[in-house]
């Protein structure tokens, strides 16, 4: 009888086998070719062992109510993390909502290349927070909301969820110059197929809709911070084109 081993433990062993071989690390999305969606086993195997001597650390910050962690990844070329105040702290969060993996898949891409070195450059300026799944009881059920029927989006006045809970506390101890909150829409669903609309756009970027926000505030986002990503994204189409 031949022995089973699960995917999980074959990302792990991959892992190690590359890091101890000196190659660079890989997400477990690239492990599989692109192929198929990380499992919550592969992000929490894949974060094991990525853990290391670099300044990457990880702490899991939440236990949702099918008892999955929630983990939190701290990146930083100067430790102990946040040590070196003139460091812009950056926090990137993805899949609050189950059925949206993609950033997930971007963030464990980001993981790995810090792991690997090549964002050094970088990380000689920020240090990094990130929550590569806010959701996976969600995930594992491939659907919007948690387990318990709660959209995490619309969590954070109420604060009722173990999981937006778990993301203010770090927020407020880290205080991050920078947040990221980051969601996927596809290119075509019933709803805008209905209203005679094609989504045809690659990235989204919008502005704060709180109308307690105040008006200050909205005036900067829409004046400064939209027309910069939006000149910034026109230049990069051009480099790509």
């Known amino acids: 009888m031949k022995p089973t081993i699960h995917l999980p433990a074959l990302v792990f062993i991959f892992c190690i086998a590359h890091l101890s071989a000196g190659v660079q690390p890989q997400a477990p999305v690239e492990v599989n070719g692109f192929t198929k969606l990380t499992s919550y ?20 910050i939440a236990r949702t109510k099918n008892g999955r962690n929630v983990s939190l990844v701290s990146i930083t070329r100067t430790p102990p993390f946040g040590s070196d105040r003139k460091k812009l702290r950056v926090l990137l969060f993805a899949q609050q909502h189950g059925d949206e ?10 993981i790995a290349r810090a792991s690997s070195g090549m964002l050094d450059s970088v990380l000689q300026m920020i240090d990094l927070l990130i929550v590569p799944q806010m959701n996976p009881d969600g995930a594992i ?31 407020w101890h880290w205080l991050p110059e920078v947040t990221m909150d980051i969601h996927e829409y596809g290119s075509f669903s019933t709803e805008w197929k209905e209203a005679g609309f094609i989504k045809t756009g690659d990235v989204q970027l919008g502005m704060l809709t709180n109308l ?20 910034a994204h026109a230049a990069m189409r051009l480099l790509v084109s």
Not at 54 to 60: L, P
């Open 141 to 171: 059920l491939q659907q919007r909301r948690t387990a318990d029927g709660v959209d995490l989006n619309r969590n954070h006045v109420l604060l009722t969820s173990p999981e937006t809970k778990a993301l203010h506390d770090v927020f």
């Open 212 to 231: 307690n926000t105040p008006h200050s505030i909205q005036k900067t986002a829409a004046r400064d911070h939209l027309s910069f990503h939006a000149k």
């Open 41 to 60: 086993e592969d992000v929490q195997s894949f974060l094991h062992c990525i853990e290391n001597g670099r300044g990457i650390t990880v702490q899991h």
């Open 101 to 110: 993996p993609s950033g997930k898949e971007a963030l464990t891409m980001l």
